[in-house]
């Protein structure tokens, strides 16, 4: 059996009256990088500062490497490596005084990769943050976070500032960091072109509550976009599938369903008529169906 790296139990967080978070129960497994997902507000930073001890709960509990978040001890602290969004280090602080503070907070901390990292995008350990760019900040605090040879990474929009290259070399990094040391990984993103290539399972949050956690295999398989013609109507479709959202648009009706145990293509297939379309859907017209486009 995998080993049990994240487990939350109904878990929840409010701020005064809202509810950030609500009945949140999932489980994520050792090696395993997961795509969080969700609009604004969503309550994708909470859940993982909830994961991390951060912010305690107000409801259920969240266990991160078998301990309660709420009571973490500073060796599985250390076994967990965090960079939220909007994080900024002093901007007086050299890249070696990073690296040396890394040090001291990272029992594994491997300073050398730390250094390869760093001089590979031409980061001189000399440089003071502040001579830097937005997006080379982000590298050097990357560069730290890789180094710390965590077991868990909790990474919210990891790539902001990058451009669409580096954001391709950042998740490559991810998924080659994953597999290489068996790492769990918890990326929150709005870019979700490029966490799809990388990503093993999806967990998208509306309105503080899970409105989907599955594998991204078992998604490619059973969820598929039909497209029908206004004039023959509303479709009525079989009870294997549910609609998950739809849109209407140049005489044509988009549906996107998913296929209750099975394919979806092959359960839409038997109820199509001429001139209907069946196609495959990616990650990001997914994330539309169930947001903006949402069945109601």
Same mark, same amino acid.
């Given at each position: ?207 503080? /509550? ?5 594998? &991204?295999?078992? %998604? @490619?398989? $059973?969820?598929? *976009?039909? !497209? =029908? ?17 739809? /849109? ?5 009706? &988009?549906?996107? %369903? @998913?296929? $209750?145990?099975? *394919?979806? !293509? =092959? ?28 069945? @109601?």
């Amino acid at each position: 059996m995998s080993e049990l790296v994240i487990q939350t139990e109904s878990l929840g967080r409010q701020f005064g009256s809202t509810h950030a978070l609500s009945d949140v129960s999932l489980s994520v497994t050792r090696g395993t990088v997961m795509a969080l997902l969700g609009p604004n507000g969503s309550g994708k930073t909470t859940l993982l500062k909830l994961i991390r001890g951060l912010i305690q709960p107000t409801s259920g509990r969240a266990m991160l490497l078998g301990q309660d978040g709420r009571s973490l001890t500073n060796e599985v602290t250390s076994r967990v490596a965090c960079l939220f969004e909007g994080f900024v280090p002093p901007r007086t602080a050299t890249v070696k005084q990073l690296l040396d503070l890394q040090a001291g907070a990272s029992p594994k901390f491997d300073r050398a990769m730390a250094e390869r990292w760093c001089a590979k995008r031409e980061l001189p350990l000399n440089r003071r943050m502040w001579s830097f760019s937005k997006g080379q900040q982000r590298w050097v605090l990357l560069g730290l976070t890789f180094a710390s040879r965590a077991d868990v990474l909790l990474l919210d929009e990891p790539a902001d500032g990058l451009d669409p290259s580096a954001r391709r070399e950042l998740y490559d990094a991810i998924r080659d960091h994953a597999n290489e040391n068996n790492v769990t990984a918890v990326v929150s993103t709005h870019v979700i072109g490029d966490i799809e290539r990388v990503a093993d399972e999806l967990l998208l949050l509306r309105k503080g /509550r899970i409105d989907l956690h599955a594998g &991204l295999e078992e %998604l @490619r398989e $059973q969820v598929c *976009e039909v !497209e =029908t013609s206004m004039a023959h109507g509303a479709r009525t479709w079989s009870s294997e599938l549910v609609v998950l959202g739809q /849109r209407e648009a140049s005489g044509s009706r &988009l549906t996107w %369903l @998913r296929a $209750q145990g099975g *394919e979806c !293509e =092959t359960f839409v297939r038997k109820q199509l008529t001429n001139g209907d379309l069946v196609r495959p859907v990616n990650l990001e017209t997914l994330y539309l169906a169930l947001t903006e486009y949402r069945a @109601r």
